[in-house]
């Protein structure tokens, strides 16, 4: 059995995808209605909740193969302000790798480490972040390499997320991991470019992490949403009118089409501020017919709820998505358990990571390097 440390815990979406062949043995999240969740879901055995600054080598258990970090997102996000690493929310990586230092440095440093977060981590500052990010991993005596993995492989969700993962600089990768060039869809060009501007250093510890390509995914749209449920309650007629009249003539040509196609077509609709003439900004209503939904976002950052909209002929009804279809999107089980509170079910779900996409780092990576670690299977030259 492998064991990992989860910071930065949420709801256990990390553990959740890691699975039941990994051991938790220290989890740790500040929010308490998070933290709720968490026990929820997985006890309190090993959960504190603090802020990562707070806590001391004391807090932290044993040795762990891997330490886990979903750090927030907020100061990184295209969406956000801007403040990146020096942000109050973002910033909290330093305070997490300061502890990480401190383990290094008492040899208990985990074998990898996963730093997850949102992809405008990349250009952050002009690439500085992702530079800290990187060099930060490399000081600490790990190699490092990066990847980018779109929920929409596993899950009718549109959500790319990048991973950078950190394995100890004197663990020889397996030939099967690695390699000298980039590949697709793991390292698109966004990724490249930002590899580019790394400082020398850095890229002289840098791994292409090479990975098999996910099953095609089965499950639509379609296929998650809760037929039977009121709650959210469907839009009056009036709303419905006025959510259409914000639609630009291009989106409401894709709802006029779909009452067109003689069968139910179910889509996903965000609002969104865009400029209209003479640089005045609208709030207007976007919807996608594709049987994925956009991206979960949490209100907090500044982005609406997603809507489900159904047309079955010139039927055309509209409500919230509901929290269950929320966790669905990120890949849990319905045996999940969610808070009642609707707003703190969906700011779960939106600031979480997608298991499957988790577990297909897990099994064709992860592990494998906690293979080669043991020195169990063959290596590169």
Known sequence: MYNFYEFFAGGGMARAGLGSGWKCLFSNDFDHKKAAAYRDNWGDAVLKV???????????????????????????????????????????????????????????????????????????????????????????????????IDAAHFVPQSRARLFVIGVKANIEIPRSLAGTNAMAPWHPPALIRAFQNLPSSTKEQWVWWHMPLPKKRVRGLTDIVEWSTDTPPWFSEEETKRLLEMMAPIHRAKVMKATRFGKRVIGSIYKRTR??????????????????????????GGSSRQLIIVVEGNNIKVRLISARETARLMGLDDDYVLPNNYNEAYHLTGDGVVVPAVRHLAKNLLEPLIVAADGEIEVAA
């Open 50 to 148: 603090a802020d990562v600054g707070t806590l001391s080598l004391r807090d932290i258990p044993e040795t762990a193969d891997l330490a886990w970090a979903s750090f927030p997102c907020q100061d990184l996000s295209l969406a956000g302000g801007g403040a990146g690493l020096k942000g109050d929310r973002s910033g909290t990586f330093r305070p997490f790798w300061k502890l990480m230092t401190s383990l290094i440095g008492e040899n208990r440093a985990p074998q990898i480490v996963v730093l997850e977060n949102v992809c405008g981590a990349l250009t952050s500052h002009g690439g500085e972040d992702f530079s800290t990010l990187c060099d930060s991993l490399v000081k600490g005596g790990y190699s490092v390499g990066a990847v980018i």
């Open 275 to 300: 400029p209209g003439e003479g640089g005045s900004k609208h709030q207007r209503a976007e919807v996608r017919f594709d049987d994925i939904s956009g991206c979960l976002r949490t209100p907090s």
